[in-house]
């Protein structure tokens, strides 16, 4: 409380003040984010900068009806201005007593432990790490004509209040590293690719061993992409690999498990709960305790303890993910996806860590049952109709499947498909489940961190958008 230089009475003031106008419930969100990077580009580090963010979120909900309001001084009058905003966007109504409960500290198990601060860390430290991924980069292939390295730190300390008399304090660490390559063969074609990855951990993160990694992904997917070229469209059974194919997950049926869709009526799952909604060997999580995890949380921004929620548990809608306001809607316990930005906006039911459970067979068993498809495993983007369940996402390459074997690599694919459709497709699932641990990020108005990952599946019949 005190880096926030306020007290425990100013907290219980602020909260007065915004249920004052007939709120059932306040709470109080204050950040202080630090934000740096560091950018390679032409073998030099030639771009790097620092971001502070500082303020203080406050909402008040009543009923149906949720005011919010932020300041970026934490001085009390200002922040007593915007408690009192927050409480008349939320209710007009005459003022009424409310007695705020003593402080409860929140306790949870920390996810994200941190082995070497950013605090204790400069540039001076991060540069030769970038040297050396541009270094590998241009070792492992002599297409190579450009590098583009970034690592990205971010420290954000929390801390949160309610009505409720709880509280908890929060540490949260992000560090991203990027890296991408464009390559030319000298007959005029150019390619380009890009890998990253992303972990809420310290800088122990960055090793000689990461740097190597990357360094053979990124020259490895980029010089595959001379060799692909794009299949014939229509519809096919895919096969879709293990880790980023978790797009999948998170845009065809991810978004349609948040539960303010559903409470509003609008996605196509809003009805289905307990039922039969694909192959009954199909276990989705929606999951905020990996450790490290990028999408993995100590507390959601509502104060709810990281956990692990089953959106289908053995092929049955099981959960939505629930903030405070969808869980009293629908008389269940908080599932600790109530997430935001920043203190500039309320939070709303989010994704986390989104996976599926291993299954029970090979990928080569999956590959071999196809007659005529494709393999795909490296994605872009997607984007998805939550009312209708319609998807469509970006795949930048795999490989075509002829008569149960990998052939031709492709590219530039586009997959088409529905939600619900898709889940029911599902007929087989490897054992090979594994996170995407990139640089995902998701939006819904606003912007968050979250991470996706699944075993191979194949899916019996989806659209694939390739060449006439």
């Not at 690999?241 to 948040?258: D, K, N, P, R």
């Not at 409470?263 to 929606?286: A, W, Y």
């Not at 997607?382 to 469509?392: H, L, P, R, W």
Request: some cysteine; charged content about 25%; overall charge negative.
């Amino acid at each position: 409380m005190s880096f926030f230089g306020v007290t425990e009475e100013n907290l219980r003031e602020l909260i007065s003040t915004a249920l004052s106008k007939g709120g059932e419930y306040a709470d109080l969100f204050f950040e202080h984010s630090v934000i740096n990077e560091v950018t390679l580009r032409d073998g030099e580090v030639n771009a790097a900068g620092t971001h502070i963010d500082y303020g203080v979120g406050i909402r008040v909900v009543k009923g149906e009806k949720t005011g919010y309001a932020y300041s970026e001084i934490t001085t009390m009058p200002l922040m007593k201005k915007a408690a009192l905003t927050a409480a008349q966007i939320a209710d007009e109504a005459t003022a009424t007593l409310k007695v705020t409960p003593e402080t409860k500290i929140l306790k949870s198990d920390n996810l994200y432990p941190i082995g070497k601060n950013w605090e204790e860390t400069n540039i001076d430290y991060k540069i030769p790490y970038l040297q050396m991924l541009n270094e590998k980069i241009f070792s492992k292939d002599n297409k190579t004509v450009k590098v583009i390295g970034k690592i990205a730190d971010s420290n954000t300390l929390v801390l949160f209040y309610n009505s409720n008399g709880e509280a908890y304090t929060d540490e949260r660490p992000m560090i991203n590293v990027v890296a991408n390559c464009v390559m030319e063969d000298g007959k005029g074609r150019s390619e380009t690719s890009g890998v990253s990855r992303s972990f809420r951990m310290g800088f122990e993160m960055l090793t000689e061993e990461l740097m190597k990694e990357i360094a053979s992904e990124v020259t490895s997917k980029t010089a595959f992409l001379f060799e692909a070229s794009q299949p014939k469209g229509g519809a096919m059974p895919v096969v879709m690999g293990a880790g980023g194919s978790g797009i999948l997950l998170h845009e065809a049926v991810g978004h349609a498990f948040e539960a303010d869709f559903n409470r509003k009526g609008t996605s196509i799952f809003s009805d289905m709960m307990g039922q039969q909604v694909c192959n009954s060997n199909i276990n989705i999580v929606d999951d905020g305790t990996l450790s490290g995890n990028r999408g993995s949380c100590n507390f959601d921004d509502e104060g709810i303890p990281g956990q692990k929620t089953y959106l289908v548990k053995d092929g049955i809608l099981n959960s939505y993910l629930h903030d405070r306001i969808s869980a009293k809607f629908y008389g269940v316990s908080p599932t600790g996806n109530g997430r935001r930005e920043s203190f500039r906006y309320k939070p709303i039911p989010r994704m986390r860590a989104t996976y599926m459970e291993n299954g029970n067979c090979t990928e080569e068993e999956l590959i071999s049952q196809v007659k005529k498809g494709i393999y795909v495993d490296n994605f872009s983007n997607g984007q998805v109709q939550i009312g209708e369940g319609d998807f469509t996402f970006f795949v930048k390459s795999g490989y075509l499947i002829e008569k149960g074997k990998l052939t031709q690599p492709i590219k530039d694919v586009n997959i088409i498909g529905n939600g619900p459709k898709a889940l029911e497709d599902i007929t087989a699932v490897a054992n090979n489940s594994r996170m995407e641990n990139a640089t995902w990020t998701c939006g819904k108005g606003q912007y968050i961190p979250v991470s996706c990952g699944m075993p191979s599946i194949l899916v019996k019949k989806l659209i694939v958008g390739g060449s006439n």
